[in-house]
């Protein structure tokens, strides 16, 4: 069973379901942010888009003092997958789950529109279904998507291969034309140091389907799906 984690605010929490139910025939729950322990049998946990608690604050800085939250933190420290989508991105970067913060975009627009992505990590639980410098085609909606690091910090990243995705062309090629808010190094999606928790903008769960403009996003949550649904593994039931 998968959970998806709804706070107050979040709007891409039943896509995320539908996705996974419809698209890759795998159980997924909402589960509530008040709850204080996760669904037993959990294999994998998914933080959705949205504007969790009306992004007061910042956005993700009052999602992370969610009762919900101390569960997620301890099924990550025990190696269980988690997933952060858009502001599940940025719920992850304030918990201390991912390293680095995401900024309001540059020039300060919100920015709704298809993007590139280049694949510069392919393994489980999250890519192992494409291949190292694969072009996803996947959404973005966003504010506050500017990833940005403390200096020195994105090249520990690189050599320790945490940067999962970036912002390119649709040859591949990453330039400034194809940064959309200003992210360091184009910087899409990153992971952990021990791989199984992933962050980044755009939203897998908006391109699941051909008739919604592509499936291109199956490539990460099919990944996810392989990972943890098909051998059963994970930390079950920890909360």
Known sequence: MFAVIQFPGSNDDRDMCFALKSALAVEARLVWHK?????????????????????YLRCGAMARFSPVMAAVC????????????????????EAGLLPGAL???????FVCEWAHLRVEVAAP????????GAVLHIPIK????RYQLEPGQLARLESAGQ??????????????????NGSVANVAG???????VMGLMPHPEHAAETLTGGTDGLAILGSLVDAVAGA????????
């Open 74 to 93: 301890r099924f990550a420290e025990a190696g269980g997958a988690v997933l952060g989508t858009c502001n599940g991105f940025q719920v992850l970067c």
């Open 103 to 109: 900024l309001r975009n540059q020039g300060l627009d």
């Open 142 to 145: 966003h504010g506050e998507g």
């Open 35 to 55: 709850e204080t322990a996760l669904p037993r049998g959990t294999l994998a946990v998914l933080l959705p888009g949205g504007f969790s608690y009306g992004d």
């Open 232 to 239: 059963g593994a994970g930390p079950k039931g920890r909360g």
């Open 125 to 132: 639980p999250f890519t192992s279904r494409a291949a190292p």
């Open 190 to 196: 990153v992971r952990s140091a021990a791989g199984n």
């Open 163 to 180: 940067v999962v995705l970036r912002y390119c062309e649709a040859d591949g090629t990453v330039s400034p034309r194809a940064n959309p």
